[in-house]
């Protein structure tokens, strides 16, 4: 049963720290994206990449924010420095290609920013 | 702009009774449309994708319709069990897009 795994499941740390989260996607798909999910702006989307490139992460702070693929099977999204506002859950997904298909959603990293 | 939109925000209902879930999108140029099940402290499930094409999906006691002339679609879900209650999410694909429009969900209890 493939599946999209996560690391950590849940990280508190304290405000200006460095968090890294990972992702591995489904063997096979050639599509990752990171969303963010809080209860006032409810599921984001971060960053999305398309057979290891980025292709959109506008919707990522970019001073503070960066998501990279080094290969195939691990994606990683970093915060540095790390705040409060940053609590949230973080998802990540992996699909093939984005019209014809569906994405399937790993377990989420739950950050508590101190 | 390309909004979704899922009113209410949570609902009750006895088990037995038939569930309908609204989702509303601003823009009808889309490619497809899904419908995500999100249990607590888990990530998305997909349920229905529905192409643009299409009218509907069914799966089981799932159903979802597609009316992209007045931007809305609905998933039924017939006989609800508790094991329904979970939070449900629809999102849209927009041409040009390469992101997911989601909604905010709708919270379901199925009342025992």
């Known amino acids: 049963d493939a599946r999209v795994t996560q690391t950590p499941r849940h990280k508190v740390t304290e405000m200006g720290q460095e968090v890294t989260m990972r992702c591995q996607p489904i063997?096979?798909?050639?599509?990752v994206f990171w969303y963010r999910q809080t209860m006032m702006q409810g599921l984001e989307l971060l960053a999305y990449?398309?057979?290891?490139?980025?292709?959109?992460d506008s919707g990522m702070p970019k001073d503070r924010f960066s998501a990279e693929m080094p290969d195939a099977t691990l994606a990683t999204l970093k915060i540095q420095p790390s705040e409060p506002r940053d609590s949230a859950v973080y998802f990540c997904?992996?699909?093939?290609?984005?019209?014809?298909?569906?994405?399937?959603f790993g377990p989420g990293t739950r950050l508590t920013v101190l | 702009k390309q909004e979704v939109t899922q009113i209410p925000a949570a609902l009750s209902v006895p088990e037995g009774e038939n569930l309908v879930l609204n989702c509303s999108f601003t823009d009808s140029a889309i490619y497809n449309l899904q419908w995500f099940r999100q249990d607590p402290g888990k990530g998305l499930t997909s349920l229905l994708l529905i192409q643009s094409s299409q009218r509907e999906q069914t799966s089981g006691r799932l159903n979802a319709s597609l009316d992209k002339s007045s931007g809305r679609s609905t998933l039924y879900i017939a006989a609800s069990q508790p094991g329904d209650s979970a939070t449900y999410l629809c999102?849209?694909?927009?041409?040009?897009?390469?992101?997911?429009?989601f909604g905010k969900g709708n919270q379901v209890v199925v009342i025992p």
């Open positions: 997904a992996s699909g093939l290609e984005l019209g014809h298909h569906t994405q399937y």
């Open positions: 063997l096979g798909h050639n599509t």
């Open positions: 990449f398309r057979n290891r490139a980025p292709l959109d």
């Open positions: 999102a849209a694909l927009y041409y040009g897009n390469n992101r997911l429009a």
